[in-house]
């Protein structure tokens, strides 16, 4: 049969503009979590990083939220300009302890920023 | 540049052929990762090393085959692939201990035909 790709949500914001992007996560046990840009022909590229004891962390134009009670993450990101167009992925560690991690990542959000 | 590289970054093989897929991380971590990233499906952890043992095998086909010689390389032996198993191949590394960023490599895109 005809294969069918990933439907990837896709959000478009006019530069300068903020854009929040989310994501539900699934382990009400996860205790770390990254968001990751991901342009195309490259690897993922971490963003930012929270803890499960925090629900809130900002970086450089860059904020994450994390709502534990409803298991949702949002990527906040100020005054979005064109290299900012990529995909978004969230990731939550599972975990494997000290023996490596175990990443399960959402299935990304376009991000497309409009001139 | 992350510190991973990966070779080559792009690959075609027929369904008989047998090809190894490279990774090299330069950031002194102890674990390293394949992930495979296809158009259907989200990004899917395959295998984990820590310390050159394999921790985790993600239930992968046989006809993907690991080989961590030691914690800078890692390899992705591949045999009689199907062309589902097209995709892009990421490789990943982290340093010890839990809850760290995973630093990826630019990927090898697959094609089985």
Known sequence: GESVGLHLPTLSVQEGDNSIINCAYSNSASDYFIWYKQESGKGPQFIIDIRSNMDKRQGQRVTVLLNKTVKHLSLQIAATQPGDSAVYFCAENNGMGNYGQNFVFGPGTRLSVLP | ?113
């Open chain 2, 1 to 113: 540049e992350t510190g991973v590289t990966q070779t080559p970054r792009h690959l075609v093989m027929g369904m008989t052929n047998k090809k190894s897929l490279k990774c090299e991380q330069h950031l002194g971590h102890n674990a390293m990762y394949w992930y495979k990233q296809s158009a259907k499906k989200p990004l899917e952890l395959m295998f984990v090393y820590n310390f050159k043992e394999q921790t985790e095998n993600n239930s992968v086909p046989s006809r993907f085959s690991p080989e961590c010689p030691n914690s800078s390389h890692l390899f992705l032996h591949l045999h009689t692939l199907q062309p589902e198993d097209s995709a892009l191949y990421l490789c990943a590394s982290t340093p010890g201990g839990a809850n760290t960023e995973a630093f990826f490599g630019q990927g090898t895109r697959l094609t089985v035909v």
